[in-house]
């Protein structure tokens, strides 16, 4: 640092997008067309560069290209610039890396739905590992942010609406990507999924007492326990205050309180955003500084904002050049641990595998796995699993009906390339091999005779082929209905960045195809396959099943297509809540009394399926509920355990649910909250027994005087397989003063699982 002009400090802390004009046609970023730089790379890299950005992620290219391009841009550097510092290579990563070819795993939603921390941080393991291959450095996953309201478009980019869950399985994906010597992005801190009216980059209006118990705590839990290594700031003002501007948001909570010691990375233009958008800058150079000074180290996507304007105002005084420094202190500590400083590091040499296979066996195999566990059977009048039955006449007859019931790209995220990139090269396809439903149902039950008819179009409101749906229904012993989303970016999917959407009824003409299936008498399995729940209660009493899976990944189909015919016993549980009707909206389950079903207003928030909830091919008995002690200190910790039997004759895994409720508390509390949750297998008639050891910091809130507090007073306790369903219920007293408690509370519940036979 002591050999570096201004300049070259300020280029550590920008980055650069090269090629993006040329290769681009839709947009793949908010606003791309008015910010995007046509700055040739020769003039971007001049004093030096923080970052390169997405240099396999934006035009197609293979594995051999992007190494090729790579090594090109870094060798530049190096061999160009007065100190020849090599940059960060980040890249898109949320369903897999975002890459042509590459393997596209579950949506994050679907990751939730497993309640499997172990099995995602395989999975980010190998995604790290692929990343690594190939030369990148970063990755910007996953996304921490809780969802408030089921209509904001990224509800699908979430593991949804618990702070608990999300911060336990966004650590476990961490932990798998930083194994591989990656870093983690955590995205996108603070309060960008509150929006009002669920609006993208739309004002949040959050008391700070809500912000702090409810978006806070999944970040907290995945830099203490997960060890990420960036964060990256939220588009949202909250309170009028944009996170990007926001000094005891991204330096006193994130550094001071918490001890981050990481890089705060710019979401994509958000710094100029202080200009253009939320207007509390009058120029470029005051928007960077502005930024620097909350914390934000490094501006992405491009430099527009920490270059010549910012270096006039550190020169004329206005910006301590003590931020410039710390800044590029950060990004330097970061690039040394990434061997980017060491003697003789070369580009070529960077990279680990040049042969990489980005779709291989082990990964096909971990995204089946993944979308086998995350499908979630909802209702069941026991029409499922399908009839297999005999060829000839005796052969099952099933339609097979639905907008989403042959086209792959419904089982895939907006983030994956190919609903991110490839819809702009139709030529090029999928990328990667991938069965739609109807396929994989054909492969499935090769004995059963299927017919397929589509409806209707996912989104355009087109009936022209109600008929030939409902004749194909009426024919059949069983019918199949496939209904969702197609993800997309702003507006061009039903789910994704900026598909924010007004009522939660199914798009397009979907739900009145529904209903005339429905009519037909023929028992109707609703399939649905989607980025956000939408509002069944219309359907849910006439459906003889339905089966919710959000967006499952290229093994999507044939997940589904086995938890149909019975080959996989389904063990999902929602991430989110399945509501009645799209009124009383925004609602989750974490609720204080007010926010229940009081009987004194005529809308009613109660839930079709409650958080937590999910059905199986076998049943589970719960009993035998013990605590360790009736009454611990503030400061203490008990064991809750009880016994779980599968009662039924099938092979099955049970995802056990803990929830606490402080009985009477100093500000109004949720009627329960997940306080921890076990995956364990069990076979026909075997029993384990399922310890928490729950401390007491766990019922921590934030009382009156805006500190976090553990007070004394009765605590109840329950254990069930959801939130709707809690079998075990007791309650034990925290005895003592009220404790204050800071961030190095106690932040997760350990679990033992000890088989009983």
């Known amino acids: 640092m002591a050999e570096m002009t201004l300049e070259e400090k300020l280029a550590q802390l920008g980055s650069a997008w090269v090629g993006f004009r040329a290769d681009i046609t839709g947009d793949v970023a908010p606003m791309q067309s008015a910010l995007a730089s046509a700055v040739p790379f020769d003039v971007a890299r001049r ?24 090594v090109r841009l870094q060798q530049e550097l190096i061999d160009n610039t007065r100190l020849g510092v090599p940059a960060i290579v980040h890249e898109e990563c949320l369903t897999g890396f975002t890459t042509l070819g590459a393997t596209v795993y579950p949506a994050p939603l679907s990751w939730a739905a497993t309640y499997d921390p172990a099995l995602v941080q395989l999975m980010a393991a190998a995604i790290g590992a692929d990343l690594t291959a190939v030369g990148v450095h970063q990755g910007l996953a996953p996304v921490l942010d809780v969802v408030r309201d089921y209509r904001w478009g990224r509800v699908e980019e979430t593991m949804g609406e618990d702070p608990y869950l999300a911060g336990v399985v966004g650590s476990a994906y961490v932990q798998g990507l930083e194994s591989a010597g990656l870093v983690a992005t955590l995205k996108h801190f603070a309060g960008y999924s509150a929006s009002r009216a669920a609006r993208n980059h739309g004002p949040v209006s959050m008391g700070r007492r809500e912000f702090a118990d409810v978006i806070l705590p999944s970040f907290e839990l995945a830099i203490r326990e997960g060890g990420a290594r960036s964060v990256m700031n939220s588009y949202a003002d909250v309170d009028g205050v944009p996170a990007a501007a926001d000094e005891s948001l991204l330096t006193g909570l994130l550094r001071d309180d918490w001890g981050f010691d990481g890089v705060v990375v710019s979401d994509y233009w958000s710094v100029v955003f202080l200009r253009i958008m939320h207007r509390i800058a009058a120029g470029t150079g005051e928007a960077g500084a502005l930024a620097l000074r909350a914390g934000i180290d490094v501006e992405l996507p491009e430099t527009a904002c920490y270059g010549p304007e910012l270096a006039q105002l550190v020169r004329a005084g206005d910006v301590p050049e003590a931020l410039v420094d710390r800044a590029v202190r950060r990004v330097l500590n970061q690039k040394l641990q990434l061997g980017l400083l060491d003697d003789g590091w070369a580009p070529r040499a960077s990279v680990r595998d040049p042969l990489v296979d980005l779709d291989s066996g082990r990964n096909r195999e971990l995204a089946r796995i993944v979308a086998e566990r995350s499908v979630i059977l909802l209702a069941n009048d026991g029409t499922l699993p399908l009839p297999r039955g005999e060829r000839g006449e005796g052969a099952p007859r099933i339609a097979v009906v639905g907008p989403a019931a042959d086209e792959p790209r419904v089982m895939m995220g907006c983030y994956s390339y ?73 507006g061009r999917g039903t789910s994704g960045e900026g598909c924010d959407v007004e009522d939660l009824g199914l798009p397009g003409v979907q739900g009145e195809l529904l209903d005339e299936l429905l009519d037909t008498g023929t028992p109707v399995v609703v399939v649905v396959v989607s980025g956000r729940p939408y509002a069944l209660g219309r359907y849910a009493s006439r459906a003889a ?187 034990f007293r925290l005895t003592g003063p009220i404790r204050r408690v800071d961030s190095g509370r106690v932040l997760t519940t350990p679990v033992r699982v000890t088989p009983l036979d």
């Not at 355009?460 to 229904?473: L, M, N, Q, Y």
């Not at 207003?601 to 009993?623: A, Q, R, V, W």
Request: charged letters at 20%.
């Open 418 to 490: 190919p609903n991110h990139v490839l819809p702009d090269y139709p030529e090029l396809g999928l990328g990667v091999a991938a069965d739609s439903l109807y396929r994989s149902l054909q492969a499935e039950l090769p004995q059963a005779a299927l017919v397929l008819e589509l409806g209707c179009p996912i989104k355009d409101p087109d009936r022209s082929g109600f008929a030939a749906a409902v004749a194909a229904a009426r024919d059949a012993d069983v019918c199949i209905a496939a209904v969702g989303d197609h993800a997309g970016l702003f």
């Open 47 to 70: 004093d030096g560069l923080g970052h390169l950005t997405r240099v396999f992620g934006t035009a197609p290219l293979t594995a051999p290209q992007g190494i090729d391009r790579l």
């Open 545 to 731: 099943a339905i089966v919710q899976a959000f967006m499952p990944g290229e093994e999507g189909g044939g997940a589904l297509a086995g938890v149909l015919g019975g080959r996989v016993v389904p063990t999902g549980k929602l991430p989110v809540q399945i509501p009645r009707s799209s009124g009383g909206q925004p609602g989750t389950y974490l609720q204080p009394p007010l926010g229940m079903d009081d009987g004194i207003s005529s809308i009613d928030p109660t839930p079709l399926f409650p958080f937590g909830h999910g059905l199986s091919y076998t049943t589970y008995g719960y009993d035998d509920l013990e605590l360790s002690s009736p009454e611990i200190p503030t400061d203490g910790e008990l064991v809750i355990s009880c016994r779980i039997t599968n009662t039924g004759d099938r092979a099955g895994e049970e995802i056990v649910q803990l929830y606490v409720h402080d009985v009477v508390a100093q500000v109004a509390r949720p009627v329960r909250q997940l306080a921890g949750f076990a995956r364990l297998a069990l076979d026909p008639g075997c029993s384990a027994r399922v310890s928490f050891a729950l401390h007491a910091d766990r019922t921590a809130f934030t009382g009156l005087d805006m500190h976090r507090v553990v007070e004394p007073g009765q605590i109840e306790v329950m254990i069930g397989p959801s939130a709707g369903e809690l079998p075990l219920q007791r309650t």
